[in-house]
């Protein structure tokens, strides 16, 4: 069965910080997908990254970057030089390849509090 | 209008109450979830409509009912509900085969 722990339930950093958000998954399937979305105040949830079992390089999309570590199973996420529109909740998720389920395993969240 | 939207953004209903929750995608997509998201708790998926026929229903309680008449169509019945389904009910869509979820932004939903 899939499992994905965000071991943090919030966070609350000053603006322009560095903030690591942590994602630590289990899994049978050696295909997968994980994903990681945010979801503002407004309820919707936003992608942000899809990223599959085979590609271990790491991303960095402007003051987004995540690592993803199939060793320690960790698929992390970090934001450079927080701003106060990044607070919101983010969730980390896992999708098993056909074969399993495709249905995505979300985490608990990370409520990240940016303050100015 | 593009993505997926939902309606209304906010309901309160009495436990006697019959309403019905309205989701609409514009993508394309062949599948579309509900999932319900509570207070300090995992987001929850409900059911689960790929080509319009339920593939999986997580054992929720039978006063949640839900209808897919077409691909961008999916609606949440809802008929006596309880004080702890009170709840932010996300809807979404995906592509079979294609592993990128789309959510709308909710509904929130409060039993009183």
């Known amino acids: 069965a899939q499992k994905v722990t965000q071991a943090q339930t919030e966070i609350s950093v000053v603006e322009k910080e560095d903030v690591t958000l942590d994602c630590v998954y289990e899994?049978?399937?050696?295909?997968?997908?994980l994903f990681w979305y945010k979801q503002p105040p407004s309820g919707e949830l936003v992608f942000l990254i899809r990223?599959?079992?085979?590609?271990?390089q790491n991303e960095i999309s402007g003051r987004y970057s995540w690592n993803f570590q199939k060793s320690t199973s960790s698929f992390n996420f970090t934001i450079t030089a927080s701003q106060v529109v990044d607070s919101a909740v983010y969730f980390c998720?896992?999708?098993?390849?056909?074969?399993?389920?495709?249905?995505?395993?979300f985490g608990r969240g990370t409520s990240l509090i940016v303050h100015p | 209008e593009t993505g997926v939207t939902q309606t209304p953004r906010h309901l309160v209903m009495g436990m006697t109450n019959k309403k019905s929750l309205k989701c609409e995608q514009h993508?394309?997509?062949?599948?579309m979830y509900w999932y319900k998201q509570s207070a300090k708790k995992p987001l929850e998926l409900m059911f689960v409509?790929?080509?319009?026929?339920?593939?999986e229903n997580n054992s929720v309680p039978s006063r949640f009912s839900p209808e897919c008449p077409n691909s961008s169509h999916l609606f949440l019945h809802l008929h006596t509900l309880q004080p702890e389904d009170s709840a932010l009910y996300l809807c979404?869509?995906?592509?079979?085969?294609?592993?990128?979820?789309?959510f709308g932004s909710g509904t929130r939903l409060t039993v009183v």
């Open positions: 979404a869509s995906s592509q079979t085969g294609d592993y990128g979820y789309t």
């Open positions: 899994t049978r399937d050696t295909t997968y997908y």
């Open positions: 990223r599959n079992s085979f590609d271990e």
């Open positions: 998720a896992l999708s098993e390849a056909p074969g399993g389920s495709y249905i995505p395993t």
């Open positions: 993508l394309g997509h062949n599948a």
């Open positions: 409509y790929s080509l319009e026929e339920r593939v």
